[in-house]
DNA sequence: TCTTGACTCTATAGTAGATATAGACATTAA
DNA sequence: TTAATGTCTATATCTACTATAGAGTCAAGA
């Protein structure tokens, strides 16, 4: 199949493909005597590892590790398993981090009071870096 | 005070204040005769607004907006609220994609039962896009 | 056969929000 | 005077793509 079938069964942009293959994550397919790429089976099916492993949140640094992984004959695969729980770990962090920064937006928003900028408390209180939690957090995590 | 002085001050490093400065969210300086950046005590505060902002997971085009605002001598602040609104909901959206996101992913650790490339069902899971729950949301997200 | 339109090709630049690097100049302390 | 440190500009790099320009390919209709 040329490559706009490929994008259309796998809903990956055509450019993306492209882009995928430039990196190294697919290899350089067959071409036609006009010079038009050509994918079978096996193209799909790696482009859809891909694209199920970036839906996860991977790097494609680290789906280009599990695929050269795929790629070797054998191997132990425990890393494997280290690199997902350090991957849970990255995503727990974020989540705690952005259900930090939500409360204190919500305070943010029942800051204003006023209609006209003087009263506006949003601003005074975005000026106000020192009495700030999320900002106390934000600093103890960036030390710590 | 110089440059240095200011990114000791603030945590922000100097690189990123001279960043700010082309993207027209500080103003060009006063140099000193050697040609340094010179800063006072507003350049400071205008700085840690931006951080405090940039913390509170703002783009740098809507911090461009709030600073506009800070700087015109009067109007209404309703749009404000609006952002910082339209915030929330973006963050909130984000801390329900990631926990979708970490319950899958958690799911994906007990797969890997072996040792060997062979037996690691992490990667046999991660090959079957078919039956994930988590693409399945994913697809679900992305069409509506 | 010609032409039109859809598809594909390469190469380059742009996006956000910085960070890294190179090579030159300024300042300060010993 | 010299060495170390601070600062300057300009350019490149990072991630994961997206956008654009201009050219070539291919199939169907007039």
New binding site residues.
Partial sequence: ???????EKTG????????????GLLAE?E????????YGKKDQERLEF??HC?RHG??????RELLAFKDTPQGSCDWIDALIEKHIDEVSAQIDSLTRLKKQLTRLLRQCSGVKKEECGIIKSLSDVEHCPHCEDFRCRSSG
């Fill in positions: 199949m040329k490559i706009g079938e490929l994008a990956c942009r055509i450019v993306t493909i492209r882009y995928y293959e430039k990196e397919p071409r036609t005597e006009g010079n038009y790429r050509i891909i694209m970036r991977m790097k494609l640094s680290e789906i």
